[in-house]
């Protein structure tokens, strides 16, 4: 438990690379290349460090950090057992 609020700016960051990424999408189906180049741009700013500073962060908390995928699934598999024997 606990990186609530790193946990959500990192899901945050990857959220707005989607939206950047529609957002070019868009602009280039439109015909606006200018916008297009202009939403690229922040998208490259974003990776270059804010969203991987973002991932850093939430890390210690992510289910990707090994530790605490195993711990997770050990204690949901706990819980379902115990729900499975209570019935």
Same mark, same amino acid.
């Given at each position: 438990?606990?990186?609530?609020?790193?946990?959500?700016?990192? %899901? #945050?960051?990857?959220?707005?690379?989607?939206?950047?990424?529609? @957002?070019?999408? +868009? $602009?280039? &189906?439109?015909? %606006? #290349?200018?916008?297009?180049?202009?939403?690229?741009?922040?998208? @490259?700013?974003? +990776? $270059?460090? &804010?969203?991987?500073?973002?991932?850093?962060?939430?890390?210690?908390?992510?289910?990707?950090?090994?530790?605490?995928?195993?711990?997770?699934?050990?204690?949901?598999?706990?819980?379902?057992?115990?729900?499975?024997?209570?019935?």
């Amino acid at each position: 438990s606990g990186g609530e609020e790193q946990r959500v700016l990192a %899901r #945050n960051g990857l959220k707005e690379l989607v939206l950047t990424w529609r @957002r070019i999408e +868009m $602009a280039v &189906a439109a015909g %606006r #290349n200018a916008d297009a180049a202009t939403e690229f741009r922040n998208y @490259r700013n974003l +990776m $270059a460090a &804010a969203v991987p500073a973002l991932l850093a962060s939430a890390e210690p908390w992510s289910l990707f950090n090994q530790d605490v995928h195993d711990q997770h699934y050990a204690a949901l598999r706990e819980v379902m057992r115990s729900r499975h024997i209570s019935h």
